[in-house]
């Protein structure tokens, strides 16, 4: 029975999304999904500078764990401005909104 010892699989993740990337659709959808990952490590790093836990950052805003969490994960619900200048606040953070033209790379 010793030889049915669990051997997890290892997978590149990373790799995988640069094989994945040959593919056009893929690209497109992927570099889709860009500024919606972009705002979430922008909370994230934020939160994680401010020393502030998803608890009390909901505390001061006046909402609730599950709804940072939520918003952290960049669930369906699309955060207003308003939720947004709550939590930089929160975190200690001004909250600044900019427009690019298409095509220009910025970093977030």
Known sequence: MDDLKYQPVRYDVEAAIRR???DEEFRKEY???EPKYALIRE???ARKH???TQEAVAHKIGTTKSAIS????????APSISTLRKY???VGC???IKLNP???VTGV
Do not use: I, P, T, Y
């Open 70 to 77: 939520r918003l952290e994960a960049g669930s369906k619900h």
């Open 94 to 96: 001004d909250l600044v």
């Open 88 to 90: 930089a606040e929160a």
């Open 31 to 33: 570099e889709a999904l």
């Open 50 to 52: 401010s020393g502030m």
């Open 102 to 104: 298409k095509g220009e």
């Open 20 to 22: 994945d990337l040959q």
């Open 43 to 45: 909370l994230l790093s």
